[in-house]
């Protein structure tokens, strides 16, 4: 599974029996899109699903009717949702419980991507709306596609021609904060604010503004998001490291720290969160 999709998404209550597999894109959407995933969980159930943060722009595609109810991250309280939703930018996690058959598709943006094929700027983006409420008819439209395409093949053959027909080239993130979105998560979020506006050549102040506005997050909130990410995967090895090793190696002050920031991207502890069973959608 792509870093994306997996480990990001875990499940409470029983997973039924099903499938589900992840494809790359056309190479001409690298830029834009992270990957692609689908999954058919058969028979009626009911789950509740916390969503860390991922380094771009999630959209979930339903091919069921879904009862779908978003919870505080203490699983208190619920209200019901739109179906086929899209996950924004955020720095903690989203928790729903949800009732019915999962069969659906994931689609992974980078910020590029979510600008460029959807046409909205981040900073207007919420954490969590529609799809139909953002584009209207042609999300609709491409909801009904996938969901009647005869196999998985075909799904993922459409949303490349689909998202290559929707691409406008001319939409671009400035060059900078394009640059300054790369090194952090290449980097996995270890330059500093100061860093990163020095080496795009602008004020600190200055690139704090554009990033944001162009992003829709702080950098400090993505190189948080990328640390994150990185710790991640090293606890999710068959034979990860100490948590003491993965805090220092990661960025962090301790391993109190690093508990912490898990707790505040997942909602959980770091053994509660990988004690559940992943999902991908």
Same mark, same amino acid.
């Given at each position: +599974?792509?870093?994306?999709?997996?480990?990001?998404?875990?499940?409470?209550?029983?997973?039924?029996?099903?499938?589900?597999?992840?494809?790359?894109?056309?190479?001409?959407?690298?830029?834009?899109?992270?990957?692609?995933?689908?999954?058919?969980?058969?028979?009626?159930?009911?789950?509740?699903?916390?969503?860390?943060?991922?380094?771009?722009?999630?959209?979930?595609?339903?091919?069921?009717?879904?009862?779908?109810? +978003?919870?505080?991250?203490?699983?208190?309280?619920?209200?019901?949702?739109?179906?086929?939703?899209?996950?924004?930018?955020?720095?903690?996690?989203?928790?729903?419980?949800?009732?019915?058959?999962?069969?659906? +598709?994931?689609?992974?943006?980078?910020? $590029?991507?979510?600008?460029? $094929? $959807?046409?909205?700027?981040?900073?207007?983006?919420?954490?969590?709306?529609?799809?139909?409420?953002?584009?209207?008819?042609? !999300?609709?439209?491409?909801?009904?596609?996938?969901?009647?395409?005869?196999?998985?093949?075909?799904?993922? !053959?459409?949303?490349?021609?689909?998202?290559?027909?929707?691409?406008?080239?001319?939409?671009?993130?400035?060059?900078?904060?394009?640059?300054?979105?790369?090194?952090?998560?290449?980097?996995?979020?270890?330059?500093?604010?100061?860093?990163?506006?020095?080496?795009?050549?602008?004020?600190?102040?200055?690139?704090?503004?554009?990033?944001?506005?162009?992003?829709?997050?702080?950098?400090?909130?993505?190189?948080?998001?990328?640390?994150?990410?990185?710790?991640?995967?090293?606890?999710?090895?068959?034979?990860?490291?100490?948590? !003491?090793?993965?805090?220092?190696?990661?960025?962090?002050?301790?391993?109190?720290?690093?508990?912490?920031?898990?707790?505040?991207?997942?909602?959980?502890?770091?053994?509660?969160? $990988?004690?559940?069973?992943?999902?991908?959608?």
């Amino acid at each position: +599974m792509d870093r994306w999709a997996g480990g990001l998404s875990r499940c409470e209550g029983e997973t039924g029996l099903g499938q589900s597999l992840a494809c790359r894109p056309d190479p001409r959407l690298s830029a834009h899109v992270l990957g692609y995933a689908g999954s058919h969980y058969s028979g009626a159930r009911t789950v509740v699903r916390r969503i860390a943060p991922i380094d771009g722009i999630k959209l979930i595609i339903d091919f069921e009717n879904l009862d779908r109810r +978003m919870l505080a991250a203490n699983g208190a309280g619920a209200h019901r949702e739109p179906p086929s939703p899209v996950v924004g930018l955020r720095t903690g996690p989203l928790v729903f419980e949800q009732t019915g058959t999962d069969h659906g +598709m994931v689609v992974g943006l980078t910020p $590029l991507g979510a600008h460029a $094929l $959807l046409g909205l700027p981040l900073r207007e983006l919420p954490a969590y709306a529609g799809f139909a409420e953002l584009l209207g008819p042609r !999300a609709a439209r491409l909801v009904d596609e996938l969901a009647h395409a005869p196999t998985w093949s075909a799904r993922f !053959a459409l949303l490349d021609r689909r998202l290559l027909g929707w691409l406008d080239p001319d939409r671009r993130l400035a060059s900078p904060v394009q640059a300054a979105w790369d090194l952090l998560n290449a980097t996995h979020g270890r330059l500093t604010v100061a860093g990163l506006a020095d080496r795009v050549g602008w004020s600190r102040s200055h690139f704090e503004a554009r990033f944001r506005t162009q992003i829709g997050i702080t950098p400090k909130a993505v190189a948080r998001i990328a640390r994150f990410h990185h710790a991640l995967r090293l606890l999710c090895r068959p034979d990860p490291p100490r948590a !003491a090793e993965i805090a220092s190696v990661c960025g962090y002050a301790d391993q109190p720290h690093l508990n912490r920031e898990f707790r505040a991207f997942t909602g959980c502890s770091p053994t509660r969160f $990988l004690s559940l069973p992943d999902q991908e959608t």
